[in-house]
């Protein structure tokens, strides 16, 4: 692989001062991607190795794959001890919502003070400021989606129906999970497809007896080990996971798929990719008379100078809201309200996922026996509600995860030789649990533009008016009430609940805002994540998602963006594009 410095696009050689044809000619490429996260880092790949020359933009700093600057430090290496500094709370407000934000990784995050966005409703937009994106950041959780997911919207009369089924985005997931590595077990559950699988983690002692008593009380419940980007054999280029748990300060052994490990190498592989971090996209330039896209433009967030590029095929992955952004900012006179947006869709339908639980249990017995590592995934129980009988209070469904570990001693006496000696010796087992539900899409959840306020580089304020509904609420009751029946019907003790739903955003799975659909008057995008109105565009990251499922979108997106990549270069070799 070259470096770095030779395969990106250098600022300092842009030919500002040569006529505009023979700049036009140095800023063009086959392709434009915005965004390099899980989505634009598998356009990048797959657009690369197809031949064509790619330019991948990215608002943030770069990160180049193995050499993450806090990976391999020690809690005791940090001025603070892996905690938040009053500044960090002041400058990452909106981040800091977040469990995962935290001293060791803050580096990756956005500062909210330089990025503010209007909150009509609290949503916490959790974003990382990196070339990688939120591959970086991701928990990894890889399930597939099942035709209980694509066809729901059409058997409950919500919103618009999935222009695709699973067998249409099989395949794909085959793609996906030979190339990233899925570790998993083959469990024959129908509403969650078995994929191609590495060897799975091993659950401990008291997760398997948690397997056994629900399973042995409950016909409609199955515990499996959870499903994870994680390699548990290495694979070219690639070290298996050291099962360290650090993975949100980037993997220098690349034992989990991200952007920076695995797909923009594959794609520097070909030396057909250019990377320009400090790229901020501002909109998207539309041709009126050919009525086709004809680049970008961004703003330099260095030197705040705004250049144009150029490119017969553009693939936004920007992340849902991000892409939303500049939708509704690139406006023409045939697109007064947005590029794209004769369906009036472009940014409404925003969702994402509910969580909150926090249910715990002590379980007895088992003082001899422990576990090694620090496994990367959990116990997941897959979807049971409004499978076979229809819940009366709700659509749709969710998940739990979770799992178990042994507590510290806690001593009477809090100082001292005793307390020293107490702490190399554990406590008792404890059983935990989480959940995450299903958001319907509601046409008036959506992100808008206030056009009377202005960010730090002159752009609209994103203004997002979100709020979790009816549906919603009552499923996420259900949660709590579920999670602590179950505890106490298998004879766990101490059964302890919480159970605050969590405000949009925070689970980070937004998606919507650019949906897909049959119809141009009702959707934004084809079947294969292609404008209706703009067909040398593709929206390929959350934007495109029509429902939500209770299951982690991320494998989705990428078996979604291989199979619109493969479909755009073959309408480019049939001259459509």
Not at 190 to 198: E, K, N, R, T, V
């Amino acid at each position: 692989m070259q470096s770095l410095r030779n395969q990106q696009h250098s600022k300092k050689t842009m030919p500002g001062d040569l006529p505009f044809n023979k700049k036009k000619k140095h800023n063009t490429f086959d392709v434009i991607i915005v965004g390099s996260g899980i989505s634009g880092g598998w356009a990048a790949k797959e657009l690369c190795e197809k031949g064509l020359k790619v330019l991948l933009l990215d608002r943030g700093e770069n990160v180049v794959h193995p050499n993450y600057p806090t990976a391999t430090k020690d809690p005791w290496n940090f001025p603070h001890h892996i905690h938040l500094t009053q500044d960090d709370l002041q400058k990452y407000y909106v981040q800091s919502r977040h469990w995962s934000f935290r001293e060791d990784n803050k580096n990756f995050y956005i500062n909210d003070s330089d990025n503010p966005y209007e909150e009509a409703k609290r949503f916490d937009w959790i974003r990382a400021d990196v070339v990688g994106g939120r591959s970086l950041l991701w928990s990894r959780a890889c399930y597939r989606w099942s035709d209980l997911d694509f066809e729901a919207n059409l058997k409950d009369g919500i919103a618009i129906d999935w222009p695709i089924r699973y067998k249409d985005i099989a395949p794909w997931y085959d793609y996906v999970e030979s190339f990233i590595g899925v570790s998993g077990n083959t469990d024959g559950i129908p509403q969650l497809p078995d994929g191609i699988f590495q060897p799975p983690f091993e659950m401990n002692v008291v997760e398997k007896l948690f397997k056994g008593k629900v399973e042995a009380n409950y016909t409609d419940r199955k515990v499996i080990i959870g499903r994870t980007a994680n390699l548990t054999h290495p694979v070219k280029g690639r070290g298996q996971c050291m099962a360290r748990n650090l993975c949100d300060r980037g993997c220098p052994f690349g034992a989990y798929f991200s952007t920076n490990a695995s797909t923009i190498p594959a794609a520097y592989a070909t030396g057909n990719l250019t990377v320009m971090p400090h790229s901020l996209v501002n909109k998207v330039l539309y041709d009126e008379q050919k009525q086709r896209a004809k680049g970008v433009e961004i703003i330099d967030t260095e030197t705040n100078l705004t250049t144009e590029f150029y490119s017969r095929l553009i693939f936004l992955n920007a992340s849902t809201v991000a892409t939303a952004f500049i939708l509704l900012n690139s406006t023409s006179s045939r697109f007064p309200n947005g590029m794209g947006n004769g369906s009036d869709q472009v940014g409404r339908n925003l969702m994402d996922h509910h969580k909150g639980l926090g249910a715990s249990a002590s379980v007895e017995g088992f003082d001899d026996m422990y576990y090694y590592g620090r496994r990367p995934t959990n116990i997941y129980i897959p979807r049971f509600k409004n499978i076979q009988n229809k819940e009366p209070a709700f659509l749709r469904g969710y998940h739990f995860g979770g799992g178990a570990f042994r507590n510290r001693q806690q001593p009477d006496n809090g100082i001292g030789a005793a307390f020293k000696e107490s702490m190399t010796e554990p406590g008792g087992w404890q059983m935990n649990l989480y959940a995450f539900g299903e958001c319907l899409p509601y046409a008036d959840n959506r992100i808008t533009l206030n056009t009377d306020k202005k960010d730090k580089w002159g752009r609209p304020v994103i203004a997002v008016n979100c709020e979790f509904k009816e549906n919603e609420k009552a499923m996420h009751e259900d949660i709590g009430n579920t999670a602590r029946e179950m505890l106490e019907t298998i004879g766990f003790k101490n059964v302890h609940v919480s159970n605050k739903i969590s405000f949009p955003g925070n689970a980070n799975h937004e998606m919507g805002i650019a949906r897909m659909g049959n119809d141009p008057k009702t959707s934004v995008l084809n079947s294969f994540n292609q404008m209706h109105e703009v067909p040398n565009v593709f929206i390929t990251d959350g934007s495109c998602m029509v429902s939500g499922s209770c299951v982690n979108p991320s494998l989705t997106y990428m078996a979604l963006t291989a199979r619109a990549c493969d479909y755009a270069v073959k309408e480019m070799k049939r001259l459509n594009l």
